[in-house]
């Protein structure tokens, strides 16, 4: 049964931020207060070692760590001396908290959250170490791990208008108030919104809130930046698998990422931006990437997507199961486990794609841009700076063909190296590796020329002549080099290994 969303009364929730602050109630703050072993094991979801931490220590910032953190049943008294501003009676005003005798116990998920430059909290429905069972289906979920991913992945420069697709408990919008002047936030769910004005409210910010599905709430209207953590969960449709709104968009399949990449680009404006995550069916003999161009054709938008992670059908199905609360070896559990294996086997399902999906609408009339690949590894986070960059020299490389190409400079970037590996007994080198230390952290095999253009990369010549340079020194045609090197070049511009000087 789900806990009727908080309401938002200004002259309480701004006493509530104020207590929050005082009692240091913060990301930074609570992992402090917790310490590293306490603060790892909660993140584990085991909250025993953080219990015994606030039994130990008491405080303010305790008594906060027991309600909303740890969801305990606290004296009354206990949190009125630690939020002194609201109060219990304030609490139970905003619908935060239900009496539990003497005791008040969170009806709500509390977290502290931020970035570099702001302390936020984000309300939404309770889950993980203190809700049980099988979540409701218009269960709100807060910061969680597909939230965090797209925030990380966001661009952000400074725009007009940004739209928060699908906002939830509204951490996107959060980080959009950073840099956007209006924010747009839509969901299907009145409960979602109802816990989005809430988190607008403690950060004292305002959004547009709109309600209803997908683009219908924004109809006619463009912007600068969109964001999108959709309901990208692929389900069966089938009678006794529960619907959760959170993460259900209602299409069969992945159809809701399919009319996402589809649509959207109705809605920005020219150079204005969409990031969206999501899962994609990858269907027996098929490369995933075949499925996203199809997807993008006809769109006119430049694309560029990143692979993250595939599962087998099998490991899907037990992820989402336990996600919507059933426990593994349960009559339902075994139920939704099978349901979902019948499905993808039924429509020759062979793995599911999850990834990052950045989209832009160009400026001018040219053929946009596609770029599909797969990183699995560690990438270094945030990534905001790189995909705003990468997109705008994919852009721009993408109105230069190979004459215009050989007369730009380049210059290698500074956390690029080069690894040489040889053979004993060999001169030459049987494999050069160019390898990159932030962001995506990739590392490409290239030939000797393409080795030599990094290597000359000083930002000083042009590829012409360093090409011209490299072929005399090769005893090759200049081209041959050309064929060799301009691809790869290419890959290293976009990629930001070299520079456009």
Known sequence: MSFVPPVVVPELVAALRADLLACDFTV???????????????RRGEVLPAELKTRECGGATGVVVRLFTLGLEVDFAEVDAALPSVGGDGLLRLGLVRRAGAALQAGVDLRPYGDEENVWWVV???????????????????????????????????????????????????????????????????????????????AGVEWDVRCGSLFEPVAGERFDLVVCNPPYVITPRVAGVPVFEYRDGGLAGDSVMKTLVGQVGEFLNPGGVAHFIGNWEIS???????????????????????????????????????DGGFVPGSYQYESLYSAWLEDFAQRGVEGIGFGVVMLARPVGEREPFRDLMEVRGPVSLPMGESVRDGLAVRARLAELDDEALLEVRLKVAGDVTIEKHMLPGCGDPAAIVVRQGGSLRRALGVSPQVCAVVDVADG??????????IAALMDESVEQVCA????????????????LS
Request: avoid cysteine; hydrophobic fraction near 45%.
């Open 124 to 202: 939404s429905d309770v889950t993980g170490a203190f809700g049980s069972g099988p979540l409701a289906t218009d269960h709100v979920v807060g910061v969680g791990g597909a939230s965090v991913t797209l925030a990380q992945w966001t661009s952000r420069p400074r725009v007009g208008r940004a739209l928060d697709l699908g906002t939830g408990s509204g951490v996107q919008a959060l980080h959009l108030g950073a840099h956007a002047d209006e924010v747009v936030v839509t969901d299907v769910s009145e409960r979602a919104l109802a816990f989005a004005r809430f988190t607008a409210a403690l």
């Open 484 to 499: 060799e090197a301009l691809p790869v070049v290419r890959e290293l511009v976009a990629g930001g290994f070299l520079r």
């Open 284 to 322: 027996q003999g098929q490369v995933w990437s075949d499925r996203l161009q199809e997807w993008l054709a006809g769109t006119g938008l430049d694309a560029w997507v990143v692979q993250r992670d595939v599962q087998d059908p099998a490991e899907y199905a037990s992820t989402w199961a336990r």
């Open 28 to 42: 930074e703050g609570v992992e402090s207060y917790l310490g590293t072993v306490a603060s790892a094991a909660l």
């Open 460 to 469: 000083d010549l042009t590829l012409r002549q360093s090409v011209v340079a």
